[in-house]
């Protein structure tokens, strides 16, 4: 038994490396290399192009839905050209502002970042960057999540109802909502 032990201690000693060696290293390893330390290369071009990027997930998951998703769903909703002209309209100005804001963001993103690198970096400038850029942020997702407001308003209740069940929402059951959808 003793030889046993001893000819495995080998493999368990490399094992035990292997994992302290892994607990050791960070989640952002490879990141240093970025323009933009904060923002991943996908998340800086879907700012730059105005992609929801999950800052309307509260509403696309309260039955809501996205006028993007609406279009490419087009035929199994069954909208009329009216629907089709308003969805295209709202998505278009959509767009066109969480470019603007996103373009706004991702200046502001990069200040940040060119802070530190400068290492004359303060805590009343990160202070006044963060809050800009919180304010920033928060207006770009007023900007999609009032999208799905206005959505929503185009839809009926059974295309609402579809769009989810197209979309893997549950049932698509909005008995909950209390609006009145023609």
Same mark, same amino acid.
């Given at each position: ?35 933009? #330390? ?36 087009? *035929? ?50 990160? *202070? ?8 920033? #942020? ?13 959505? #929503? *308003? ?7 109802? #579809? ?9 698509? *059951? ?9």
């Amino acid at each position: 038994m003793n030889r046993l032990l001893y000819s495995l201690l080998p493999v368990f000693t490399i094992l035990l490396l292997g994992c302290t060696q892994d607990q050791h290293q960070s989640p952002y390893s490879g990141q240093e290399s970025l323009e933009i #330390k904060a923002l991943t290369t996908q998340e800086v071009e879907g700012f730059l192009n105005g992609m929801g990027m999950g800052l309307s997930k509260v509403a696309e998951l309260n039955q809501y839905p996205g006028p993007k998703h609406v279009l490419e769903l087009v *035929d199994q909703l069954e909208l009329s050209d009216q629907q089709r002209e308003q969805t295209e309209a709202l998505f278009n100005q959509m767009k066109k502002e969480a470019v603007e804001i996103g373009e706004v963001y991702i200046a502001k993103e990069r200040e940040l970042n060119r802070q530190f690198e400068s290492d004359e970096v303060s805590s009343s400038v990160v *202070d006044s960057l963060l809050v800009e850029i919180g304010k920033i #942020k928060g207006s770009l997702r007023a900007v999609h999540v009032n999208t799905h407001i206005n959505m #929503k *308003d185009i839809l009926t209740s059974d295309q609402i109802n #579809k769009y989810d069940q197209l979309r893997g929402y549950g049932e698509g *059951d909005t008995s909950h909502n209390h609006q009145n959808h023609s």
